[in-house]
């Protein structure tokens, strides 16, 4: 048996073949293949067969990753979010985020399809930020952006702290109020 890109096929692929199916490993996507029979009797006459053709289909991507972690939370502070994409192929994915705070994950290992995928981040300042990632098979085939909105609100100095504070720098006024109070 003979498959091949080229017509006629030139690759011989398996030979005193006895089975009514052939498994040819993992072909390229978008690829037109031809493959011919030779049969051979057990005195050695030989029959070609018709070259036949077929094409492999288009390989597609990833759906948009799933972002999945809190929505809101404090300067300084890590936290985790999940990343989930399917590849309907089963291929495996790696998955690139954008953090939005001008930071980002290159693309990271490869995982199984549909596998979580945890990474964790911290923000230094407070803001809205925007999550976005992206997913990619191990053929190259990207996914389109998905995105998660993040809140990292202004950290504010309670003004008891700040009267607490004060009285401790100045020990005589504290003295004072108390007597006044």
């Known amino acids: 048996m003979y498959l091949d890109v080229v017509n006629p096929p030139v690759n011989?692929?398996?030979?005193?073949?006895?089975?009514?199916?052939?498994?040819?490993?993992?072909?390229?996507f978008e690829t037109t293949y031809y493959w011919q029979v030779i049969a051979m009797d057990e005195h050695g006459a030989s029959t070609h067969g018709p070259v036949w053709q077929f094409t492999t289909g288009e390989n597609t991507p990833p759906d948009v990753p799933i972002i999945d972690g809190?929505?809101?939370?404090?300067?300084?502070?890590?936290?985790?979010?999940?990343?989930?994409?399917?590849?309907?192929e089963g291929h495996n994915v790696s998955y690139f985020v954008d953090w939005g705070d001008d930071k980002i994950t290159?693309?990271?290992?490869?995982?199984?399809?549909?596998?979580?995928?945890?990474?964790?981040?911290?923000?230094?300042?407070?803001?809205?930020?925007?999550?976005?990632?992206?997913?990619?098979?191990?053929?190259?085939?990207?996914?389109?952006?998905?995105?998660?909105?993040i809140t990292i609100p202004r950290t504010r100095t309670s003004s008891i702290l700040w009267y607490q504070w004060f009285l401790e720098r100045f020990p005589l006024l504290e003295r004072l109020l108390n007597l006044l109070i």
């Open 12 to 28: 011989l692929v398996s030979d005193n073949h006895n089975e009514t199916f052939f498994d040819p490993g993992t072909l390229d």
């Open 70 to 88: 809190p929505s809101t939370g404090k300067t300084m502070v890590g936290y985790d979010y999940i990343f989930v994409a399917t590849d309907y």
């Open 106 to 149: 290159d693309w990271t290992e490869y995982v199984p399809s549909g596998t979580e995928k945890v990474l964790t981040h911290m923000w230094s300042k407070q803001g809205t930020y925007i999550i976005k990632a992206k997913a990619k098979d191990i053929c190259g085939a990207e996914s389109d952006w998905s995105e998660f909105e």
